[in-house]
């Protein structure tokens, strides 16, 4: 996996940006798949600047997002559509129709038609080509969590513990945070086309070396993109083991 390590997070979520914006401009029908977390904040919020300042257009793109909780109502604060919408789709000029996230809405019945529709409308779009990913503590990609094949496609998913837990910050309590999510799966991420990964501050440098050391091996998801032709992993100073 080629790695690029900057002196701080800015310089990674700026080169990103660019890549994203050159992009855009070579392939206005891009698609690009996208992620929520802490992680890509300044990514988006470079893109929303570069619309504003430097016509970036995103008028023609389509973005599929990586994942989405379960069983929140669409108008609860929390979910990732609530949290796409305030940090990129509504300073932007996507399309909402363009804008796909997994139906996690609450249902009774199974959950293989939403996400049997999800990888059809990725596949009927001709594939993602480029993806933004961060990295879960426990080495999860999207809500792959350890443990996930590689074949895996959209599906549902428990969340791990720690995923849990990092969530409290959002939710308030434990109980609050929900229990499962709709994620791409492993087969999913590496069939993009280009795949950049970021990972920032001290407590992502246990499994920036992890994932750096292992060879693919399901325990460390993140360890599954080793291999795919074109995936760049960028590090701040304080991630770097
Ligand atoms: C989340 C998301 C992942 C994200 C990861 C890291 O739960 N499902 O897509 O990359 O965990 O989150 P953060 O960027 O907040 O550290």
């Known amino acids: 996996m080629e790695t690029t390590r900057v002196e701080a997070r800015p310089v990674a979520e700026r080169l990103v940006a660019d890549e994203i914006a050159a992009l855009v401009r070579r392939k206005p029908s891009a698609v690009l798949g996208l992620a929520t977390g802490d992680t890509p904040t300044g990514v988006y919020r470079e893109l929303v600047r570069m619309h504003r300042e430097e016509r970036v257009s995103f008028r023609g793109v389509h973005t599929f997002n990586l994942d989405e909780y379960c069983g929140l109502a669409p108008d609860h604060p929390e979910t990732f559509r609530s949290w796409m919408q305030h940090h990129l789709f509504d300073h932007v000029d996507v399309r909402p129709e363009h804008t796909h996230l997994p139906d996690g809405r609450p249902r009774e019945d199974d959950w293989a038609p939403p996400c049997k529709s999800y990888e059809r409308a ?104 080793h291999g795919h032709p074109d995936v760049r992993l960028l590090v701040d100073r304080e991630a770097w083991p």
């Open 122 to 225: 990725i596949e009927d779009l001709g594939g993602i080509d480029l993806l933004l990913l961060g990295i879960g503590r426990n080495g999860h990609i999207a809500f792959n969590e350890p443990g996930s094949a590689r074949t895996t496609r959209t599906r549902r998913v428990e969340l791990h513990p720690w995923t849990r837990e990092d969530a409290v910050a959002r939710f308030g309590t434990l109980a609050r945070v929900p229990t499962h999510a709709l994620t791409m799966g492993i087969a999913t991420l590496l069939e993009a086309r280009a795949i950049r990964v970021l990972a920032f501050g001290a407590r992502k440098a246990p499994i920036v070396a992890r994932t750096l050391a292992t060879t693919p091996d399901m325990n460390w998801p993140a360890s599954l993109l």
